[in-house]
């Protein structure tokens, strides 16, 4: 082909992922500017509020959540569940000292594996929701999910519930900032928020129903107890890789509503810790994220041409080509930006500029970590924490647990 030939090929496909590039910013803008944010001075909640901690192999995250917990403000009728799933770390003594004797928490052991068809998350939510009396004659007032490398301000629990009670929905997920400590948690981190922070216009998609349209975060997720327990709980989910999404649409397609919200001013974790975790963390779910083969194939296609194709052409195209790339690499940059400041609830940083520039290589690490688990899940070889990741739904019990004092 000759250079004019491969031009009038190259040229319309950069100039199509400048596009789509360009309309991700302008709903990032629009995110940001109009995105509902969790705020600390809610009013004090005097209803039930019942918290859930799943915890495996978690010794040194769940003390400084359990801390947290002892410092909130503004709940005067919570309680504390916390289940040690069958950790190899001392978890369970590690929660029992950190809780001293404060009578609102109550830790509990795990016996078994999950039954076939659970994953360990679900089972062990269950089990939590079993245990506090949820799922057999549901109280009035909040159910709150926490993972245990979430960190809370004084006030982040009131101010959930609050939100929950204001919008109406049957659960609300407060989006916590994502940490980054190391190179390959700040390339791929960031790249959760943008992902729906450039897709979706979150006011509007608060207001449908449509079960296409829900986001959600299990690492800080808040229901209405009795909804929760109407829709099935996460036994209706049992087998599910992403259980916060799969929740979310099941409370949509039964009627409720389900609120996103920014709430990085008054949570943040740390989900992965290291290139390790943060390649066995997504290869274990990004197989199921899209319906299947096409679906991945599409959207890996469609994330290549608008945020990997424009920066490359910046790079090495000419005339027209390089200006058009030049537009989509910065609508990307400019895009990842404002993600960031969205989640963050603050302006941008230094660190985050620097992973905001290298955009497309956070895409090429997402496209690579999309063909890994894809490659790992045909081969039936994903594992997470020690245990299999089921490939499809379940319904059994999710295990059997034994109840144990703080002290």
């Known amino acids: 082909m000759t250079p004019r030939g491969a031009r009038s090929v190259v040229e319309p496909i950069v100039t199509a992922g400048t596009i789509v590039a360009g309309a991700g910013c302008a709903v990032a803008l629009v995110n940001r500017l109009a995105m509902r944010r969790l705020r600390a001075g809610a009013t004090p909640v005097i209803e039930p509020v019942i918290i859930a901690i799943p915890a ?22 919570m309680r504390i569940w916390i289940l040690d799933d069958g950790s190899t770390d001392g978890t369970f ?7 001293g004797d404060d009578d609102r928490f109550t830790v509990v052991a795990a016996d078994t594996d999950p039954e076939p068809g659970w994953t360990g998350k679900t089972a062990a939510c269950a089990r939590l929701a079993e245990l506090a009396g949820v799922t057999a004659d549901p109280p009035p007032g909040a159910l709150i999910f926490l993972d245990a490398d979430v960190r809370l301000r004084p006030q982040a629990i009131a101010a959930a519930v609050s939100e929950l009670r204001r919008s109406g929905a049957g659960s609300v997920s407060p989006w916590p900032y994502q940490q980054a400590g190391s190179l390959a948690e700040a390339l791929v981190q960031p790249l959760l928020c943008w992902s729906w922070a450039t897709t979706l216009p979150v006011r509007l998609a608060d207001r449908s129903l449509r079960p ?3 986001v959600a975060c299990g690492q800080f997720l808040v229901f209405d107890a009795a909804v929760y327990r109407a829709v099935g709980g996460h036994a209706a989910v049992a087998g599910s890789i992403t259980e916060d999404l799969a929740l979310a649409r099941a409370l949509r397609r039964a009627g409720h509503r389900t609120v996103l919200v920014a709430a990085g001013t008054l949570a943040s974790t740390r989900m992965y810790r290291g290139a390790a975790e943060v390649d066995g963390g997504y290869t274990r779910w990004l197989w199921s994220a ?18 990997v194709l424009p920066a490359l052409a910046a790079l090495f195209g000419r005339g027209r080509i390089r200006r058009t790339g030049v537009i989509g690499y910065g609508s990307g940059v400019a895009s990842r930006l404002l993600a ?3 989640e963050s609830g603050t302006g941008p940083r230094g660190a985050d500029l620097a992973a905001a520039l290298a955009h497309p ?22 594992r997470w924490k020690g245990r299999p990741v089921p490939d499809g739904p379940g319904r059994s019990r999710p295990g059997r647990t034994a109840l144990r004092a703080p002290r």
């Open 93 to 99: 003594p590690a929660a029992v000292e950190a809780i």
């Open 212 to 214: 296409s349209t829900a």
């Open 361 to 382: 290589v956070s895409i090429g690490a997402y496209l690579r970590l999309s063909g890994r688990s894809w490659l790992l899940h045909r081969r039936g070889a994903l």
């Open 56 to 77: 495996r192999d978690e010794a040194t995250r769940l003390p400084l959540l359990i801390a947290d917990l002892r410092a909130q403000q503004g709940v005067s009728r």
């Open 290 to 307: 899209y319906g299947g083969p096409a679906g991945a194939v599409a959207v890996d296609t469609v994330a290549a041409v608008a945020y």
């Open 340 to 342: 960031r400041s969205l």
